[in-house]
T-cell receptor, first 111, second 112 residues
Framework: QKEVEQNSGPLSVPEGAIASLNCTYSDRGSQSFFWYRQYSGKSPELIMFIYSNGDKEDGRFTAQLNKASQYVSLLIRDSQPSDSATYLCAVFSGSARQLTFGSGTQLTVLP | DGGITQSPKYLFRKEGQNVTLSCEQNLNHDAMYWYRQDPGQGLRLIYYSQIVNDFQKGDIAEGYSVSREKKESFPLTVTSAQKNPTAFYLC???????????FGPGTRLLVL
């Protein structure tokens, strides 16, 4: 059973702080990793994807991947109240050509 | 204006009734997917299709059916065999050489 695990939260951080969201996965054959943001009642929207070990930065967002530890994280710098949402980690399996989603971490940024 | 559309936004089902959720995309994507999301849960795969006239069961296909007669369209039917259909249903698509999936706005299904 391919699994993707996330802490469900809720995670609360003050405005301007760094929010750290974590995800582990069980399938060592996983090739690519995605972070989606989902506001309440809305569909997921892609924030970032990462394929290679290390860090990938896009504005206030940084994705970190460690394939040896089967661990991927998302850092949000200078958190804003508008970042309050559920963040879904998804892992792409090349053999199945499909994404497996974690259950999401609910983030609240306090003004 | 390219994208994925789902209709209706809200759908009400009576006991014993089949209902069909629409998903259309004009992104020229080959693969399309249907997911179910329950409150506080992640996304679970119902069915997916990699090409026209072909589709595969996902993790929770029982009580659902699909068709893929056109590249642009991937409708999902929730049959009366699905005893707990209340959920948020999401359609997604992916280009042939891409791994990123893009989502439609979703349909919320409620049982009367």
């Amino acid at each position: 059973q391919k699994e993707v695990e996330q802490n469900s939260g809720p995670l609360s951080v003050p405005e301007g702080a760094i929010a750290s969201l974590n995800c582990t996965y069980s399938d060592r054959g996983s090739q690519s990793f995605f972070w989606y943001r989902q506001y309440s009642g809305k569909s997921p929207e892609l924030i970032m994807f990462i394929y290679s070990n290390g860090d990938k930065e896009d504005g206030r967002f940084t994705a970190q991947l460690n394939k040896a530890s089967q661990y991927v994280s998302l850092l949000i710098r200078d958190s804003q109240p508008s970042d309050s949402a559920t963040y879904l980690c998804a892992v792409f399996s090349g053999s199945a050509r499909q994404l497996t989603f974690g259950s999401g971490t609910q983030l609240t940024v306090l003004p | 204006d390219g994208g994925i559309t789902q209709s209706p936004k809200y759908l009400f089902r009576k006991e014993g009734q089949n209902v069909t959720l629409s998903c259309e995309q004009n992104l020229n994507h080959d693969a399309m997917y249907w997911y179910r999301q329950d409150p506080g849960q992640g996304l679970r795969l119902i069915y997916y299709s990699q090409i026209v006239n072909d589709f595969q069961k996902g993790d929770i296909a029982e009580g659902y059916s699909v068709s893929r007669e056109k590249k642009e369209s991937f409708p999902l039917t929730v049959t009366s065999a699905q005893k707990n259909p209340t959920a948020f249903y999401l359609c997604a698509s992916r280009g042939q050489y891409q791994e990123t999936q893009y989502f439609g706005p979703g349909t919320r299904l409620l049982v009367l």
